[in-house]
């Protein structure tokens, strides 16, 4: 179900709680209200479900998209049928960036948890792009943020033994001061690191053994981010 979110609930933040569509994401945060007179298309707002494909790579790439919150994966498909992912986004990140130059989205974009998304049609982010220094100046902060995202990710996801890998995912995972993290399926974590499933079990059992991991709730763990560290480090 799609919610349509109009202009004016927009810049009041009266959109579906406090979290505003438009106005609180990072993206749009350097606008002003006058800004918003030129947005004649409405901003929409989509829950999402686990399995649910926001886009597939070869699709006309004609909206942005913001993450407001819950996990999306980024997914490029291997010669033999094998999948790799090859990103997570999170809340405040930005999606499907490659519309800003027409073309084709490059990945499948595909939801891992209960995800909200913003979707923005490409000629309004083009045209308050142009007409706001500050809302460009961010768009290329945000493509060189995802550019230093898949560096990291082939040098820290992609190098090392199999427990070094997952206890960087792991670090990564961690969403809060009390070092929390939501984990997914093994299968999913086997895509990311270029390890097998079994691998991926295997090591997240070991990690809980040790104490590493402690289980709050199915899929939810508190991590000892010194000891993961320490692994990660190979210390």
């Not at 490029?76 to 130059?101: H, K």
């Not at 001061?177 to 895509?191: I, S």
Request: net charge negative; aromatic share 6%.
């Amino acid at each position: 179900m799609t919610n349509t979110v109009t202009q004016e609930d927009a810049w009041k933040g009266e959109a579906n709680c406090n979290v505003c569509s438009i106005r609180d994401t990072v993206l749009f945060a350097g606008l002003q209200e006058k800004d918003f007179e030129h947005i004649h298309k409405p901003i929409e707002q989509l829950p999402l479900q686990p399995g649910d494909v926001l886009y597939r790579a070869g699709d006309k790439a004609d909206r942005l998209f913001t993450i407001r919150s819950g996990l999306v994966k980024l997914v490029q498909y291997l010669p033999d049928g094998n999948q790799r992912i090859v990103r997570l986004l999170r809340s405040t990140d930005v999606t499907g960036m490659e519309a800003l130059l027409g073309g084709e989205y490059q990945h499948d974009a595909v939801i891992m948890q209960t995800t909200e998304i913003c979707i923005l049609p490409i000629d309004v982010v083009q045209r308050l792009s142009k007409e706001n220094a500050q809302l460009h100046q961010e768009l290329m902060k945000r493509w060189q943020r995802a550019l230093a995202d898949a560096d990291l990710w082939i040098t820290q996801l992609s190098t090392g033994s199999a427990r070094q890998r997952v206890a960087r995912l792991l670090i990564k995972l961690v969403c809060d001061e009390e070092h929390r993290c939501e984990l997914f399926n093994r299968e999913d974590m086997g895509a990311i690191l270029g390890i097998t499933t079994e691998t991926a079990s295997r090591t997240v059992a070991d990690f809980k053994r040790k104490g590493l991991l402690r289980e709050t709730k199915p899929n939810q763990y508190v991590a000892d981010t010194d000891k993961l560290l320490e692994v990660a480090e190979d210390l």
